[in-house]
């Protein structure tokens, strides 16, 4: 067990004492375990302060100052750009690595630098347990996660709105700011998460509130021997083929990326603009929007952007005028081939199996099919 800071002071007078009851420093510190060196350093740095015990106490061997610690360009460059984006060290790292900064610091590093400066703080967190259900979508627009964050400032004391929808698979966002919590602001939203997304929509998945769904506001007003009026929200995923999937009560981990998304606004954005203004603020989070799907790296992916993984998973479609992503990406067959088989698997053969047959589902399935026969090895 390793001594306290007073044990070791105490010890080093006992060998003083015992050094003198026995007239013999050699003997004494035989008994002690130490050399006649270290007794001499001790007793000398005792004497020359005038016999005060608390010179005795251990001192630090830390050097001054260290010839590796980050100073000067990148010392600079690191703070900027931490201050600008709110970005912690492993994504700084990134964004200088992708920038092509081949003499980039390693991301311990960075943090030392951002320590020193006081830009963050090493906080200890109450151990959570994690949500055991993890999962990823194996291409895009499988799953659309749809959920509401609240503004977290008042303009002029008024509450206003974000409705966010990211891709499960990619990561893609559509985002906007609305005045209004209601059914009709989350039928607009739906519509322009359908028209918005370059990818056909199979599934959209939100939580229970009321702007999503009657099932735990109308249905128990709703008398036994009449059906529960479906939400609007859901008769347009009806009428447009898309599952309106509800996750469980109280399990929002669920909904985990679009959730994680949410707290990337508040620690990049809001934290760091203060709108005056509903339109200065739709105006600045577009341009947010805009550099969070196509330059902000993500670790969840690799550090690669929502574009980025998207141009991995399918291939552009040029003969569309508004210029989607519609077919596979049959460029890598075996990596595709490997999505599919993963998806045949679950939720999308069960669908195609189903009389409720997805008719985009089914010509995926199709398009896939021959990859699955075939050793790409």
């Known amino acids: ?55 005795l106490a251990d001192r630090s061997r830390r050097p001054h100052s260290n010839p590796r610690t980050i100073r000067g360009e990148w010392k600079e460059r690191i703070v900027d ?69 609240f503004v977290p400032y008042r303009i002029h004391g008024v509450q206003y709105f974000q409705y966010t929808a990211i891709d499960d698979c990619s990561r893609f966002r559509i985002s906007e700011i609305y005045p209004e919590r209601c059914n009709l602001t989350s039928k607009q939203f739906l519509n322009k998460i359908i028209e918005g997304m370059p990818f056909p929509i199979r599934s959209v998945q939100t939580d229970n509130d009321s702007t999503f769904t009657n099932w735990y506001t109308g249905a128990p007003r709703t008398a036994p021997d009449k059906p529960v009026r479906v939400h609007v929200f859901t008769r347009i995923c009806n009428e447009n083929d898309i599952e309106h999937i509800l996750i469980k009560p109280g399990q929002p981990q669920l909904n985990g990326k679009v959730e994680r998304s949410h707290q990337c606004d508040e620690e990049e954005f809001y934290r760091t603009f203060e709108a005056k203004s ?30 980025e993984r998207l141009a991995r998973k399918l291939k552009w479609d040029n003969s569309c005028d508004n ?35 997805d008719k985009q589902t089914e010509q995926r399935l199709s398009q896939y099919a021959p990859l699955l026969s075939v050793n790409h090895d």
């Open 323 to 357: 210029r989607i992503w519609r077919q596979p990406n049959l460029t890598c067959p075996k990596a595709e081939a490997e999505c599919l088989s993963r998806a045949a698997e679950g939720r999308l053969a069960q669908r195609a199996r189903s009389k409720t047959l």
């Open 278 to 307: 509903l339109e200065e603020l739709r105006e600045r989070f577009n341009q947010w929007l805009e550099f969070y799907n196509h330059h902000r790296p993500h670790s969840s992916l690799g550090y690669l952007t929502p574009v």
């Open 1 to 55: 067990m390793e001594l306290t800071r007073e044990q070791r002071i105490r010890q080093k007078l006992n060998g003083f004492q015992e050094a003198k009851r026995l007239g013999n420093v050699t003997l004494a510190c035989k008994r002690l375990g130490i050399s006649r060196k270290t007794y001499y350093k001790w007793w000398n740095i005792y004497v020359q302060s005038g016999y005060d015990k608390e010179s």
């Open 81 to 149: 750009f931490r201050k600008k984006t709110g970005y912690g060290p492993l994504r700084l790292w990134a964004h200088f690595v992708r920038d092509g900064w081949e003499d980039a610091p390693s991301p311990h590093g960075i943090y030392q630098v951002l320590r020193r400066e006081g830009l963050i703080k090493t906080r200890t967190k109450a151990p959570r347990k994690k949500h055991k259900r993890r999962y990823e979508m194996p291409m895009p627009g499988d799953r659309v996660q749809v959920d509401i964050k």
